[in-house]
């Protein structure tokens, strides 16, 4: 797919901001109003979180149908690892989540900014279902998340976290934070490294129009943390960022 073909034009035709304004908006806020009351009532009897994570997949595939975006994956055969894993992927758009949510095919806890939690339904969803808040401008409290995300990876729970912190504001990937370089490490698991392109070009920061288009998630080899110690992390983190870049110019 080359990405060049369906870049985001400066305005948006006037036909596909109201598209956004009166169908993907109002169908964006029915589903997540449904399925996260639908998540919170199974969370009063489903402590593994299980049904709730499926709910949150269907979700997740039907935010990504009303976008009008038309998902492709790649590496497919990577996500079916013996053993968990710490996933990570460069972040780029508001959609990046329901992209992960929607594609892979297992139960994973996710790392995310504590902001989120403060949303209607999303942030009650994140906080039922056990997904770990994380202060990026507090280190202590990003410790204590770590140490949530570690226990949750030695009881064979898969965790995804965004290594950036945050979502672009060009385009250009930023730098990476330390911390799934250090769950892995920490949870000796390897660490399985997701690029996703177009992702910016249908919804970038600071708007909330859709521009539909194709985009695609690929899913690069497993990397093994055998070998490496907590000296290494920043070593580790600077493997991984190089990696997602390459597969990104692929």
């Known amino acids: ?25 109002p169908l964006f806020i029915l589903a997540t109003g449904f399925f996260g009351s639908c998540a919170l009532f199974v969370s009063l009897f489903e402590k593994s979180g299980r049904i709730q994570h499926r709910i949150a997949q269907f979700w997740a595939w039907w935010l990504v149908r009303f976008s009008g975006a038309k998902l492709t994956i ?3 055969e990577n996500l079916k690892l013996p053993t968990n894993a710490v996933y990570i992927s460069n972040h780029t758009s508001f ?15 996710i790392l995310a900014r504590k902001q989120l ?7 009650w969803y994140l906080g039922r279902s056990g997904q770990i808040p994380i202060d990026t401008g507090n280190p202590q409290a990003s410790l ?7 226990k949750a990876l030695r009881n064979g729970m898969n965790i995804f976290v965004f290594p950036e912190g945050g979502r672009t504001s ?18 000796k698991v390897p660490i399985v490294p997701i690029a996703l392109e177009g992702v910016y070009d249908l919804l970038p920061i600071h708007t909330r129009h859709m521009f539909p288009r194709p985009i695609l998630m690929r899913v690069g080899k497993p990397i093994s943390t055998e070998g490496y110690t907590l000296r290494q992390v920043d070593e580790l983190n600077e493997k991984l960022r190089e990696t997602i870049q390459q597969m ?3």
């Open 1 to 25: 797919m080359s990405s060049n073909n369906f870049k985001r034009p400066n305005p948006l035709p006037l036909l596909t901001c109201w598209r956004t304004n009166l169908y993907t908006i």
């Open 144 to 150: 204590s998340s770590l140490g949530i995300g570690l």
């Open 74 to 76: 790649e590496g497919t």
């Open 248 to 250: 990104l110019s692929n």
């Open 117 to 123: 939690w403060r949303i209607p339904f999303i942030g």
């Open 95 to 109: 959609m990046d989540t329901p992209v992960i949510f929607s594609a892979l095919p297992f139960q994973f806890r």
């Open 170 to 187: 060009n385009g250009v990937m930023r730098p990476f934070l330390a911390g799934a370089a250090y769950l892995a490490i920490r949870g």
